[in-house]
């Protein structure tokens, strides 16, 4: 990494390195070690191991404070929608991260620069270069720069009241296709009506909800596969 590019970087993030080959750590995938043996850097997976932990920490702490009222739950399903593979490949996109990553010809020429994985990894990466340079305090400034006007944005009845949209975002970024919802039973009076609603998720998984409307139980059935899929996660 030239000194400039370096530069431009170290003034997004908000951080001065005290050792810059941190950030260059960072910044290395997996791929390009093998193919440079002359280069002493090491690949970001531990890194990035790392700066998962920071991330999701530092995300938590910042729930907690914009909603002192919420369920655990829908904290779970807020910071799982912030930390996500399409979440942070976003943010380093506005970083301008990709033209900065070490990668091989082979993933060069497939425009690994862009995938969001790799982009999100090494934001994680970052995160825990920074944390490794400066400790957590200096760690979470860069995670409050990065996300922080985003959480303070989330409206106030953020919370159980649109799983819906929680379960799309989620199914997006983990399986890169839509939850789909069908109508599977309905029993009662006309006038007493309970309805039951099945989502299905791109990788097979189901969860059923019910309600006295179709939107009440589809918001019931996301509500429940997302707490499945929070599970699944640990």
């Given at each position: 990494m030239e000194e400039q590019q370096a530069g431009e970087l170290v003034e997004l993030l908000g951080h001065e390195?005290?050792?810059?080959?941190?950030?260059?750590?960072?910044?290395?995938?997996?791929?390009?070690?093998?193919?440079?043996?002359?280069?002493?850097?090491?690949?970001?997976?531990?890194?990035?191991?790392?700066?998962?932990?920071?991330?999701?920490?530092?995300?938590?702490?910042?729930?907690?404070?914009?909603?002192?009222?919420?369920?655990?739950?829908?904290?779970?399903?807020?910071?799982?929608?912030?930390?996500?593979?399409?979440?942070?490949?976003?943010?380093?996109?506005?970083?301008?991260?990709?033209?900065?990553?070490?990668?091989?010809?082979?993933?060069n020429l497939c425009r690994g620069f862009d995938k969001p994985s790799i982009l999100a990894g090494c934001l994680e990466a970052v995160i825990g270069a920074v944390y490794q340079d400066a400790g957590f305090g200096a760690a979470f400034r860069v995670v409050e720069r990065l996300l922080g006007g985003l959480i303070q944005s989330l409206p106030d009845g953020l919370s159980a009241q649109d799983h819906k949209t929680h379960l799309q975002e989620r199914s997006q970024a983990l399986f890169q296709g839509a939850p789909r919802y069908e109508e599977v039973a309905e029993e009662g009076p006309d006038h007493d009506k309970t309805f039951f609603v099945r989502v299905t998720l791109p990788d097979g998984s189901f969860a059923e909800g019910s309600g006295r409307s179709k939107k009440a139980a589809a918001q019931d059935a996301a509500a429940k596969a997302l707490q499945g899929l929070s599970e699944k996660e640990g």
């Open positions: 390195f005290s050792d810059l080959s941190l950030l260059r750590q960072s910044l290395c995938h997996g791929s390009y070690p093998a193919e440079n043996p002359d280069d002493p850097v090491r690949d970001n997976q531990r890194l990035e191991f790392l700066g998962d932990a920071v991330l999701s920490l530092s995300v938590s702490d910042m729930l907690m404070e914009r909603f002192p009222e919420a369920a655990e739950g829908d904290l779970t399903r807020m910071r799982a929608s912030l930390v996500s593979e399409a979440r942070l490949a976003e943010v380093a996109r506005g970083l301008c991260l990709g033209k900065h990553i070490l990668l091989s010809r082979g993933e």
